[in-house]
């Protein structure tokens, strides 16, 4: 399935079925199994090279990108009281690949993505990934719990995928005693989010930054 770019901005309602077969693919001649990262991130680049993005062909090479950590060393950066997100490349304003790196038990708040696509392979450890319902319109007011969609565990080589038209979600390392990494591509970039309490359903906007780019840490951590 293609979908273009302009529309990934405006169309909420858009998901990865419902895309499906509306565009011409124009990724057809491109290999499905990068060698590398610097391949996979070619790869990204043309096939985005226009404004349409066959989001199967992106699900599929990054199931199919096994790589290695010397390839990742630049962007493994554990901090005690969070995880970290380390951009590995911004895609030309057009779509965000970043590494992030989860020390034992650290997990993100339950967030949006801003109606970009994302999709998040792990490749160190494993990790939970929770899906949420969108709080009801107007039940700011009533605190009501969050309502639970799944519960998945990804395990090393998966790959998920998340639109804010499917739900919301929470990413957690489970394990008290290994790391986990993962590969986020995010298309297209954003820089914040919203973020949500399971309990109430109440929602805060939050700014998205990087603990490091190309494998230098950023001023601001
Ligand atoms: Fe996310």
């Not at 979908?3 to 057809?28: F, M, P």
């Not at 990054?62 to 901090?79: D, H, I, V």
């Not at 109606?115 to 490749?123: A, L």
Request: net charge negative; aromatic share 10%; charged share 20%.
């Amino acid at each position: 399935m293609t979908e273009t770019l302009s529309n990934t901005y405006t169309n909420v309602g858009n998901d990865i079925q419902s895309v499906r077969g509306k565009y011409v693919d124009n990724t057809a001649h491109l290999s499905t199994e990068p060698k590398s990262l610097t391949e996979l991130i070619e790869l990204i680049y043309q096939a985005f090279a226009t404004n349409e993005v066959n989001i199967d062909y992106v699900h599929t090479i990054m199931r199919n990108y096994k790589g290695n950590m010397r390839e990742w060393a630049p962007y493994l950066k554990f901090q005690p009281n969070k995880y970290t997100r380390n951009l590995v490349d911004a895609g030309n304003g057009k779509f965000n690949l970043m590494i992030l790196c989860w020390a034992e038990s650290q997990g993100s708040s339950i967030h949006n993505h801003t109606n970009s696509h994302c999709f998040m392979k792990c490749i160190q450890g494993s990790m939970i990934e929770t899906k949420y319902a969108w709080p009801k319109e107007g039940s700011e007011n009533e605190e009501d719990a969050m309502r639970v969609i799944s519960r998945s565990e990804l395990k090393e080589g998966m790959v998920a995928y998340i639109h804010d038209s499917i739900g919301l979600h929470r990413v957690e390392n489970p394990s008290h005693t290994d790391t986990a990494v993962s590969l986020h591509l995010y298309v297209p970039p954003y820089d914040h989010c919203n973020v949500f309490d399971e309990r109430t359903g109440r929602t805060n906007e939050a700014n998205v930054t990087f603990y490091s780019i190309g494998g230098q840490l950023t001023a601001n951590e």
